[in-house]
């Protein structure tokens, strides 16, 4: 009998279209938090390999998707990166800025675990 494997590519590509519909259905900022003129986003990543992934910084406004959900920079990994609940947090708490860290739960090349870590910086500015 032979099994059915997915392909590590086809993995990332199921992340990719879950989170293309996740977030054109995602609310817009300005409705999920109406108190938000901006929400900015630092990533800085950590590992043991050579190559790191660059550090990223998103910004959000009001007409933007509330959409928290990004895929792990590695091309060949097929986990991602959920800030939904920390950027909820944040804008609960009133601070100007909320930092964390997040590990990726992804799978990549040969079934070897991710061990790419987030390093997040969640910045709210406010009317």
Do not use: W
């Amino acid at each position: 009998m032979k099994f059915a494997t997915v392909a590590p590519g086809a993995g990332r590509d199921a992340v990719r279209e879950r989170q293309r519909r996740g977030r054109a259905n995602a609310p817009l900022l300005r409705d999920r938090y109406p108190r938000l003129n901006s929400l900015k986003l630092d990533f800085d990543f950590s590992d043991n390999t050579e190559f790191l992934p660059s550090p990223l910084v998103t910004v959000f406004h009001p007409p933007a998707r509330a959409y928290f959900c990004f895929a792990c920079p590695y091309s060949d990994c097929d986990g991602e990166f959920d800030l939904t609940s920390p950027v909820d947090l944040a804008v609960a708490s009133g601070d100007p800025e909320t930092a964390g860290q997040l590990r990726c739960a992804g799978t990549r090349h040969r079934g070897v675990a991710c061990t790419l870590c987030l390093d997040y910086l969640i910045s709210t500015g406010r009317s």
